[in-house]
């Protein structure tokens, strides 16, 4: 097998409350259904599904590595639709900040290396 790409659905309790998170930290949608939105970052993707399983959502978990933790650490402070947010840490590998998304995902927020 020669994997060239792998995307994943992020569950959503209310589908136009996470549409306004992830494109208020960044992310521009692109239509697909009316369940199913793309949403990229430069060479990043992901897509939002209506469908909620609480279990599930309480559970999903996602790296988004940046350039600037800083930046980004204040971009996702501002947002109104985000449910909790951690400090930035340092860590031996690199800098991580906590975001909690609107259905219960948790957004691990990096900037590797420094």
Not at 8 to 18: G, N, Q, R, W
Not at 67 to 83: G, M, P, V
Not at 92 to 109: A, D, Q, T
């Amino acid at each position: 097998m020669d994997v060239i790409d792998i995307k994943t659905f992020i569950p959503s309790k209310d589908y136009e409350v996470s549409l306004s998170f992830y494109a208020e930290i960044g992310f521009k949608s692109e239509y697909v259904s009316d369940d199913l939105t793309l949403f990229e970052n430069g060479d990043c993707l992901f897509f939002l599904q209506r469908f909620y399983n609480e279990e599930f959502a309480n559970n999903f978990m996602l790296q988004i590595c940046v350039a600037d933790i800083d930046d980004a650490f204040e971009l996702c402070s501002n947002s109104k639709y985000k449910t909790k947010i951690s400090p930035i840490q340092q860590m031996p590998w690199g800098k991580v900040f906590y975001l909690w998304g609107p259905s219960g995902e948790l957004l691990h927020i990096t900037q590797l290396g420094s």
